[in-house]
T-cell receptor, first 114, second 110 residues
């Protein structure tokens, strides 16, 4: 089944403890991105990647890192999480970053930082 | 970016067609209209997209007015599982991201 898989689904951590949220897609998509969703603010893009080894900042990149060493994987790294990064995170992929190319989302990771 | 306006909520009886409107009066000629939905806190699900012609797939139909200032998403036979927040998004030419608004909360009732 074609899908975007995120892990873990739920994560509770403490301030400053490094964590990684994994994202993998099995559709051979060139493009991948990360969003966060917060009440009243909607979904906002954190980082995106047009292809392997090519990443760029979205609208809210502060406090996050990403890497794209393989086409299928696009992990989101929080080096020193803070409570304001408590949010619902979504990974997405599409065949290309073109505006005519639908994004397909994973099922989300709910992160709580205390 | 072209903004969209959607009603905050709508109801629909199960088995009936759900018609969800969207206004995008500032849309440019090369901007696509996308529809997504989100059930509870699951990942947004792609439904359909179009430029100027009407589109249909296994999930829904998209009707875009001739002047492209508005569109309607049609779920032909709504089921309880179609209860969700529906987002109408105008995607800007040469941009990779989607900008989600507040959407329409569709409630399908028995």
């Amino acid at each position: 089944e074609a899908q975007v898989t995120q892990n873990p689904r739920y994560l509770i951590t403490v301030t400053g403890k490094k964590l990684t949220v994994t994202c993998s897609q099995n559709m051979n998509h060139e493009y991948m991105s990360w969003y966060r969703q917060d009440p009243g603010l909607g979904l906002r893009q954190i980082y995106y990647s047009m292809n392997v080894e090519v990443t760029d900042k979205g609208d809210v990149p502060e406090g996050y890192k990403v890497s794209r060493k393989e086409k299928r994987n696009f992990p989101l790294i929080l080096e020193s999480p803070s409570p304001n990064q408590t949010s619902l995170y979504f990974c997405a992929s599409s065949p290309s970053g073109s505006y005519n190319s639908p994004l397909h989302f994973g099922n989300g990771t709910r992160l709580t930082v205390t | 970016d072209a903004k969209t306006t959607q009603p905050p909520s709508m109801d629909c009886a199960e088995g009936r067609a759900a018609n969800l409107p969207c206004n995008h009066s500032t849309i440019s000629g090369n901007e696509y209209v996308y529809w997504y939905r989100q059930i509870h806190s699951q990942g947004p699900q792609y439904i359909i997209h179009g430029l100027k012609n009407n589109e249909t797939n296994e999930m829904a139909s998209l009707i875009i007015t001739e002047d492209r200032k508005s569109s309607t998403l049609i779920l032909p036979h709504a089921t309880l599982r179609d209860t969700a927040v529906y987002y109408c998004i105008v995607r800007v030419y040469n941009t990779d991201k989607l900008i989600f608004g507040t959407g329409t909360r569709l409630q399908v009732f028995p």
